[in-house]
Structures are given as C-alpha cells and as structure tokens.
C-alpha cells in the first residue's frame, strides 16, 4: 500500500494545493510511508487479535460441548491465524503460550496431528507442562508401526531433551536389531545404547564392530563400539586395540575430556608397550612412503618453481614477452622448414660444451621469510664444515632460499643429498640449479655489519 499512497500524495501536492511551486519528492515520500506504516501495522495488528479472540471463544464453546472435529478445526485456524503476519512478534509469543495451556489436554489427546505435535514440542521446549508434553510425545513414539523418519526424528528430538531416557533408545535399537540396520540413523539410537552399557551393547558391538574395523572409522560411534568389544573380550583381537591406540592418539590430539575420551584412554592403557612400539615407527615410515606425502613433496617443489618463475616475469616481464614471441618465431619456423633442413640446422647449431659453458647444481633444503630464522637454519649447516648460500629474495615478499653445496650433475647433488639425508643433517631438499656469486649472500653476520 505504501506505494500507493505515496503516489496518491504526491498528485495531490502537484495537481491540487502546489501546483507552481517545486517540491522535494522523496522527503514526502518518507513522510508518507512514515505515516502510512505503523497506522497500517495497527490496522493489521488489531484484525489478527480481533480474529484470535473469535476462534478462541468459539474453541471454548466446542470444548464444552465435547465436538473433537470441529475442536480441531477451530484450532488449525487460530495456528494459521499465528503464522499469517497480522500479529507482531511479542503479541504472537503471548498468545501462542496462552493457546499452549488453554488447550494442552486436546494436543495431547490428539498427538496423530502433525501441528499438534509440534505445539507439543513447542510446550516443551518453553516449558508449559513440559514432563506432560514429554510423555505424550514419547508415547505416540512407542505405539508407532512401522517406523517411519518423521517419528524417528522426534525421537531425536526427545532424546536431545532427555539423553538420561533410555526407553526411546532401546525401543529403536531393538526394531533396527531385529532388521540388521547399520546404517547412520540406526548408529544414533545404538551409540546411545552402548554410552550406557544397556543390555543390547553386546548384540550392536557384533553387528557394527567388523564393519567399523574394515572401514577404520574414528567416530563417537565407531570409539564406543571399540570400547565395548574390548571390555567384552578383554582386550579381543589386533586390529581393535589398532583401532583404540589410534583413537586414543586422535582423542590426545583434539584434548577431549569426556567421558568418551577417558574410556578409550583406561583401553589403551591395558594395551602391551611393544605393540604400541610396533605400531608407531611404522606409522611414520607409513606415512612417508604414502602417496598423499610424495604429492606433497612434489608440490612444494613446483610451488617454488612457481615463486621463482612469477618474481622472474614480473621483474623482466618486457624480456619475458620479447623472450615469449621468439620462441613463437622459433616455433612457426621449425614447423615451416623442411625436416632435412632442420636436421642439418640442428647439427651445425649443435653447441660444444666447455668448462666455463658448464650447469652446476646444488640442493635447496629450506626457504624462510626473514633474516633471523635463515640464520637459525644456517647455523647447524655450516657447523657441519658445509658450503651453505643464503639467496636473496627476488621481491619485497619473496623468501630467503638455503642452498647446499656445488655439483656437476643431478645425479651427484642426489648421491651427496641422499648422504646428508641418511646422517640426519638435512630434512628434505629437491635440486636446483646452482646461482651466481652475485646472487648469493656469502655470511649473514657480514650482511649485517
């Protein structure tokens, strides 16, 4: 309506009172909404109570005369009358409260209603009758064949009110036990079960506990599976006390201080020192060897190719382009030529190698961003008697490269990395092409002074 009226505002000052004179349009157009709004609102406000109180009344009468369906229909509209928009929040929580108690005992009576249903939650959750709204919520759950995902929901939401009943539970681990179900909304209700170590614990530890150990989860679910079966089996077979020592490390690793946590910690304590032993040098070693840490390694390296690559063109980018089109140049030719003249071009251009001509190598072990911890890094290095080079960094945010030693060909900057390796002088490292003196920072104390 606001629109509207602004619209019919406007044509009245324009057309009718100020015809010759200029006005400011959008200022009256505020001024009209600001007018038009709250006297709309109340407007709107006053209908939806007036229409509340109607139903209410006539919700009464009905109550008095024992008519269930007409009951319900009177209810459904005062619902809808709720949701309409006529009302402002703060009056809609007042009246939806004073519809809770008025009529609490139908809802409960009634409870194959979806809406009433959710009206009971709704008491529940703002505490009118609260223990009465549980126990006929909990109620219509138990009677219910077959389950279906609207009930198994409420009961969810039951259980997320009252996670100490568990009544709601072991009623649907039973139904999903009786079926063989595993999947993860029959893992809800199970898990609730084994955190209280109910009587069904250990039929749902030998139906999930092979499927957990396959597919070596590190869940709730898949910790309090673990956590029975060994206090059923006394410690029971490899891979579970694998299992637990992982979770435990999983659980150290998060600081978790639960009731869960401290479970599987009591199982890991009761597992034997050397297996724990066996099980930790090989995790790394595992982990080294996987593929997931060779793309990493083969990532950083390309990462700082890239760096190198990217400060390079944006330093020399007019040499990059001229460099970009003579290999287009180069390239449209060796395709024009003919292949007998392109042999013999390319063995009267073939280069001969000479000392001065000669690519040397050395291996890049670390980059880091400032001067202090490059010397951090360098100091252990060059205590080791090693030919170490700090290089500067190619722009303001570029990082510092340490580099060590000379060498005449991959292979041998790999045989003596390898060496350093094996020594544990150095961590990791990939070979680089040696740099020029003028590039190279010879000490960082001289750097300094």
Not at 100 to 113: E, I, K, N
Not at 192 to 200: D, F, K
Request: aromatic share 10%.
């Amino acid at each position: 309506m606001a629109p509207w009226v602004a619209l019919g505002v406007l044509w009245v000052l324009h057309e009718l009172i100020f015809r010759n004179l200029y006005l400011y349009d959008s200022l009256f157009v505020l001024f009209s909404i600001s007018l038009v709004v709250p006297f709309v609102s109340w407007l709107l406000t006053r209908e939806g109570l007036r229409r509340f109180e109607f139903l209410h009344q006539k919700g009464r009468a009905l109550i008095e005369s024992e008519n269930p369906a007409e009951i319900h229909e009177a209810l459904r509209l005062m619902l809808r009358v709720l949701e309409s928009g006529l009302l402002s929040n703060h009056l809609k929580d007042q009246l939806s409260r004073r519809l809770l108690r008025s009529y609490f005992p139908f809802y409960a009576g009634h409870t194959d209603s979806k809406e009433f249903r959710e009206q009971l939650l709704l008491a529940l959750k703002q505490r009118v009758r609260s223990e009465e709204a549980y126990n006929a919520l909990k109620a219509h759950v138990l009677i219910q064949s077959p389950l279906t995902l609207e009930v198994a929901e409420l009961a969810e939401e039951l259980l997320e009110i009252k996670p100490e009943d568990s009544s709601l539970a072991t009623f649907f681990a039973q139904h999903f036990l009786a079926e063989k179900k595993i999947h993860f909304r029959a893992e809800y209700f199970y898990q609730q079960i084994l955190a209280q170590r109910g009587p069904l614990s250990p039929a749902i530890v030998q139906l999930c506990l092979e499927r957990i150990l396959q597919q070596n989860r590190h869940d709730d679910f898949a910790a309090w599976c673990c956590v029975r079966a060994f206090e059923q089996h006394g410690g029971g077979e490899e891979r579970l006390r694998q299992s637990l020592f992982h979770l435990h490390r999983r659980m150290e690793l998060l600081q978790r201080n639960d009731e869960l946590s401290r479970k599987v910690a009591e199982c890991f304590a009761k597992i034997p020192v050397d297996e724990i032993l066996q099980w930790e040098a090989p995790a790394v070693q595992q982990r080294q060897a996987s593929l997931p840490f060779r793309v990493q390694r083969v990532a950083y390296a390309l990462h700082e190719y890239g760096l190198d690559l990217l400060t390079l063109i944006r330093r020399e980018w007019r040499w990059a382009i001229a460099g970009g089109a003579g290999v287009l140049i180069a390239a449209v030719l060796y395709v024009a030529l003919p292949s007998a003249s392109s042999k013999k071009l390319a063995v009267e251009s073939a280069p001969v190698e000479d000392e001065n001509n000669r690519k040397y190598f050395s291996l890049q072990v670390g980059a880091v961003k400032n001067l202090r911890s490059a010397e951090k890094h360098l100091s252990p290095l060059t205590a080791r008697g090693l030919e170490v080079y700090l290089l500067e960094p190619q722009s303001q945010r570029g990082w510092y490269r340490i580099r060590v030693g000379k060498y005449r060909s991959q292979n041998e900057a790999r045989f003596a990395a390898d060496s350093l390796k094996s020594a544990g002088i150095i961590s990791d490292y990939f070979v680089s092409n040696y740099d020029t003196a003028a590039q190279i920072i010879p000490s960082l104390k001289a750097q300094r002074k």
